[in-house]
């Protein structure tokens, strides 16, 4: 560690104490205040703004090393007695699980207000294991946060394309739906208008139009027409059963199953994936490479 880590940790400038709208002044003058302290009014009050990072990235580098020896390196770097350097300390257990019990074969993480907790649901990127002392990095935790972002940015794009389950929007004439299973090629056609009626004069009678996805009158599935194709001025006129050919092309599968949302339907269906090559490198490498 480098002896003025803590001068990079503690040394920027404090935040907080912004100005505050003074309030009203009392009307008598035996009514203020005979004295006020330092401190600004209201509720503004200064805070540390200690810069954490470089404190996260040396505890990563130690990964496999006894947690004494990293507590000592430590505690030789950031004094315990000064103030200032102590409050460093006490963010420690926010990056390092230091409590940490074997429980039935499997280790879990003693809070501090109170329980335990398995050490894949801790907050903590690295622990330290209580079988060797050695300080290790939480695996599990950070696999479980990675997939939890992957399924948080899939609802994501899943909410700003307008995906729905068991419905695929092709263009505004044509969709697929998926019944009882199966994918079908449904094709939409705009609501007829009503047209005059020979028997009453004046009056309007609804043209017969048959919903071939409902198996219902265009007239009567009003409702049940806008939560399954979007729109209430359309019907579906004709549907298809999808063949193979069909169904590996929009990357599909007929059964039960759920029916996962698949980011590529946001771009052009028919678009090759294109494969990713690494970066290039010119001259000297770095030496992790």
Not at 28 to 36: G, H, V, W
Not at 105 to 132: E, K, M
Not at 212 to 240: F, T, W
Request: with cysteine; hydrophobic share 30%; charged share 35%.
């Amino acid at each position: 560690m480098r002896s003025d880590m803590y001068k990079v940790i503690v040394e920027r400038p404090r935040t907080g104490a912004g100005w505050t709208k003074p309030g009203r002044q009392p009307r008598e003058p035996d009514d203020r205040r005979a004295c006020e302290g330092m401190r600004p009014r209201g509720r503004s009050r200064k805070w540390l703004n200690e810069n954490l990072r470089p404190l996260q990235r040396w505890l990563e580098r130690q990964a496999g090393r006894r947690w004494d020896a990293v507590y000592s390196e430590l505690c030789k770097g950031v004094d315990r007695r000064n103030t200032v350097q102590q409050h460093i300390h006490e963010h420690l257990r926010d990056f390092v699980a230091v409590d940490v019990l074997e429980i039935g074969g499997r280790l879990c993480v003693a809070r501090d207000w109170g329980g335990v907790v398995a050490l894949a649901d801790s907050r903590c990127d690295l622990y330290v294991d209580p079988r060797n002392g050695c300080l290790m990095r939480n695996e599990e935790a950070a696999a479980d946060r990675a997939r939890r972002r992957r399924e948080h940015l899939l609802e994501v794009r899943a909410r700003q394309a307008g995906w729905r389950e068991g419905v695929r929007r092709l263009d505004d004439t044509a969709q697929l739906h998926r019944v009882d299973g199966i994918w079908y090629r449904v094709e939409l056609a705009p609501v007829p208008p009503p047209r005059p009626s020979k028997r009453k004069p004046g009056a309007c009678v609804p043209v017969p139009a048959f919903d071939a996805l409902l198996r219902d009158k265009v007239g009567s599935c009003a409702g049940k027409r806008c939560g399954l194709y979007g729109r209430c001025d359309v019907y579906a006129r004709s549907k298809r059963q999808l063949s193979q050919a069909e169904l590996i092309a929009y990357r599909l599968r007929n059964g039960d199953g759920p029916d996962p949302f698949d980011p590529r339907w946001t771009a052009t269906r028919r678009e090759r994936t294109r494969k990713c090559r690494g970066p290039l490198y010119f001259g000297e490498q770095h030496k992790e490479h």
